[in-house]
C-alpha cells in the first residue's frame, strides 16, 4: 500500500496528511475479493460484484481530496460499495464524528459490511437502501460523497448539507 500512496502522492493528486495516514491504515486489500487480491495495488477499478467496482485510487485519493473530510464531521457516504471509502472517511473524522453509508445493492451492502467489520471504527453506522433522498433523519451533514453519476445536484441531498458544507458527486 505504500507503494501506491506515494505514486498517488508524486502525482499530486493525494495531498493531505490525514488523507494519506488513512490510505495507509485502510489497506485497499481488505476491500476487495480474494480472486482480486493480487491487483490490490494496480490504480485501476476492480471489480466487487453485482456489476460493480471499487473505484481506483487516483479517483478516490481526487474525489476525498476535494471532499475535503476534516475530524468531529458528519459525513453521509453515498454507495458505499465495499466499504473503502467509509474506513477512509471513519479514519478522519476519529471517534467525535460519524459517517453515514447508504448502499442500495443488498450483496454489496453484506459486502461492504464484511469488509468494515475487519477494522474498530465505531463511527460507522450503514444503511440498506437507496441514496437518492439522502438521510434526512441525522441531516445535516458536513460532507457528502456521491460514489455514481448524478446529472444534476439531486435538491434532498443539497437540503441535508450544512451551511459551508461540500459535496462531491
Known amino acids: 500500500m505504500q507503494e501506491l500512496v506515494e505514486k498517488l502522492k508524486k502525482s ?4 493531505s496528511t490525514l488523507l494519506i495516514e488513512s490510505f495507509l491504515k485502510n489497506d485497499r486489500a481488505a476491500f476487495i475479493p480474494p ?3 493480487k491487483d490490490a495495488y494496480v490504480d485501476a477499478p476492480l471489480p466487487i460484484g453485482q456489476g460493480q467496482t471499487i473505484s481506483q485510487p487516483y479517483t478516490v485519493a481526487f474525489m476525498l481530496e476535494l471532499l475535503d473530510p476534516r475530524p ?4 453521509l457516504d453515498i454507495g ?7 474506513a477512509l472517511l471513519a479514519y478522519i473524522v476519529g471517534t467525535e464524528g ?10 454489496l451492502f453484506e459486502f461492504g459490511k464484511k ?12 444503511f440498506n437502501r437507496s441514496g437518492d433522498k439522502g438521510l434526512p ?13 448524478a446529472k444534476e445536484v439531486p435538491k434532498a441531498l443539497k437540503g441535508q448539507l450544512k ?6 458527486i
Open 137 to 149: 433523519e441525522l441531516a445535516p451533514f458536513d460532507r457528502i460523497l456521491v460514489s455514481a453519476a
Open 72 to 75: 468531529a464531521q458528519k459525513i
Open 98 to 107: 460519524k459517517v453515514c453509508g447508504i448502499e442500495i445493492v443488498p450483496e
Open 115 to 126: 469488509n468494515l467489520a475487519k477494522f474498530a471504527y465505531s463511527n460507522i453506522e450503514l
Open 12 to 15: 499530486g493528486v493525494l495531498a
Open 163 to 168: 451551511i459551508g458544507g461540500r459535496m462531491v
Open 35 to 37: 480472486e482480486f487480491l
Open 80 to 86: 458505499f460499495g465495499s466499504g473503502w471509502t467509509t
